[in-house]
């Protein structure tokens, strides 16, 4: 099936309309066959008729559809046509609470493994490669994001949200219990695959739940998840001191306890990207969403060197500065900490005063605070800390609430591609941004990021904002 993009919704309030036969009923023998050509309709026939329907006076006409057999006018009355279920303008607060509150237990649970691998490499006798191959275990799924996205999108979110946390946390909690490097592998490909779908879908549901709200649910959710990663190396370290790695396996029952509390808080909670049967063909939706995909790739790629700057490398540029391992490691917690502030107010200013000034925002302050940092020496630097990590985190809830706007049919595609794209470009940007390092200097790379995210900003005046994508259905 096929629908007619150019259609656009009359209402039977309007005393006739013509579809153009030319246009509408093709120019060859076999176009005009398998086309209804109708010339008019009038609101003063009890029924419309095309060949193969038959519509009700007083519906109204959302769309034009032929096939080989028969040729339809789809109204909002129609059984077959479900539209998108736009979300209700409330801010359902309880709900993002729970879900962002869900992605903080979730994140700690993988943020498990880094403080685990000396464990793993003592236990199993790895080389440093090995050692990062385990990384790439878990990371690895996340490249499927955008076909679970897509199989999201026919379907209800729930049981994806719920089983998240508990299925990651179990897998990351007895890792311990891994015989052989193979099945400690294969523990992490289940427990990655675990956190590709809940990532690929969560965020989804907090859009969905966040009514018009949209960046402030998408700063919540970030919050929980920078709250989870900063939380996780605390956790599974303080058990360590008191437990063996075996026993550690008991702090799989917080997991549990979470998922079980999602389900009970979020069963009777529509979780959906669009009606049920509304299904847009995955190669219908990347066709349309590629224009804007790769403007936003761009972005992030230009912003990725920033991101490893300030982040990764930050601890081995001071320390090279003379800096001592502890206030290295503070540094890092500074900007950590400040990004949470800047992922909660990003989204939520955004939503007043629009996604683009936030983007803006963010990618002039940014690099600039980073070159006064370069520039500035003793506790003045560390007074610019906190301005690089809110000014730079600001602006990923902004796009991920700006995704979700533009494929409001597709929002877990959407979603998951983006997110996917994200983890490649930052994987090509940690070996990019090391090697650039290594020929130049870390402190003469940390100026590079700083120009590469300012010759970002054309781009935001390219990618927003605009008319949300419509495709068609089948």
């Known amino acids: 099936?096929?629908?007619?993009?150019?259609?656009?919704?009359?209402?039977?309030?309007?005393?006739k309309f013509s579809l153009d036969s030319d246009r509408h009923c093709g120019?060859?023998?076999?176009?005009?066959?398998?086309?209804?050509?109708?010339?008019?309709?009038s609101d003063t026939s009890p029924t419309i008729e095309a060949k193969g329907s038959r519509i009700p006076t007083g519906s109204h006409v959302t769309s034009f559809i032929h096939d080989e057999e028969n040729?339809?006018?789809?109204t909002d009355t129609d059984p077959r046509i479900n539209t998108d279920p736009v979300p209700a303008d409330e801010f359902q607060t309880a709900n993002v609470v729970t879900i962002a509150g869900a992605h903080a237990v979730h994140d700690t649970y993988t943020a498990f493994l880094p403080p685990l691998?000396?464990?793993?490499v003592a236990g199993f006798s790895l080389t440093n490669t090995a050692a990062g191959t385990l990384a790439a275990f878990l990371q690895f799924p996340s490249l499927l994001q955008p076909f679970i996205g897509h199989l999201a999108d026919r379907t209800t979110l729930r049981w994806i949200v719920i089983l998240g946390p508990g299925v990651t946390g179990t897998a990351m909690s007895f890792l311990g219990w891994a015989p052989t490097y193979v099945a400690l592998a294969m523990m992490l490909l289940v427990a990655g695959f675990s956190v590709a779908s809940f990532h690929a879908t969560a965020p989804v549901a907090v859009g969905y739940l966040s009514g018009s709200r949209l960046g402030r649910g998408m700063g919540i959710w970030m919050v929980g998840g920078e709250t989870g990663r900063t939380l996780g190396p605390l956790v599974v370290v303080s058990a360590l001191a008191v437990m063996s790695l075996k026993s550690m396996a008991f702090l799989s029952l917080a997991a549990?306890?979470?998922?079980?509390?999602?389900?009970f808080r979020l069963r009777d909670v529509p979780l959906r990207t669009r009606g049920d049967g509304d299904q847009v063909p995955w190669r219908t939706a990347v066709r349309a969403m590629r224009g804007v995909m790769l403007l936003l790739g761009a972005l992030v790629a230009l912003r990725s060197l920033m991101v490893m700057a300030t982040t990764v490398f930050l601890p081995l540029y001071l320390t090279d500065q003379g800096a001592s391992l502890w206030l290295a490691g503070a540094a890092l917690s500074i900007v950590e900490a400040a990004g949470i502030a800047g992922a909660f107010a990003g989204g939520w200013i955004s939503d007043h005063v629009g996604r683009r000034a936030v983007m803006i925002f963010g990618q002039i302050v940014a690099p600039l605070a980073l070159i006064a940092f370069l520039a500035a020496d003793g506790w003045v630097q560390v007074a610019i800390l906190p301005i690089i990590g809110f000014s730079l985190l600001a602006v990923p809830p902004v796009l991920m609430a700006f995704v979700q706007e533009q494929f409001p049919q597709t929002r877990a595609l959407a979603n998951g591609l983006f997110l996917s794209m994200n983890f490649a470009i930052r994987s090509v940007a940690a070996i990019v941004y090391g090697a650039f390092g290594d020929a130049f200097g870390l402190t003469t790379t940390m100026y590079v990021a700083a120009a590469a995210m300012v010759l970002g900003l054309p781009l935001i005046w390219m990618i927003s904002p605009s008319t949300p994508h419509r495709v068609p259905t089948t």
């Open 71 to 74: 040729d339809h006018f789809l």
């Open 256 to 263: 549990i306890a979470t998922s079980a509390f999602l389900f």
């Open 27 to 41: 120019n060859t023998a076999r176009q005009r066959s398998s086309t209804s050509c109708i010339s008019e309709i």
């Open 117 to 120: 691998l000396p464990h793993f």
């Open 1 to 15: 099936m096929a629908m007619v993009n150019d259609e656009k919704p009359l209402g039977l309030s309007h005393s």
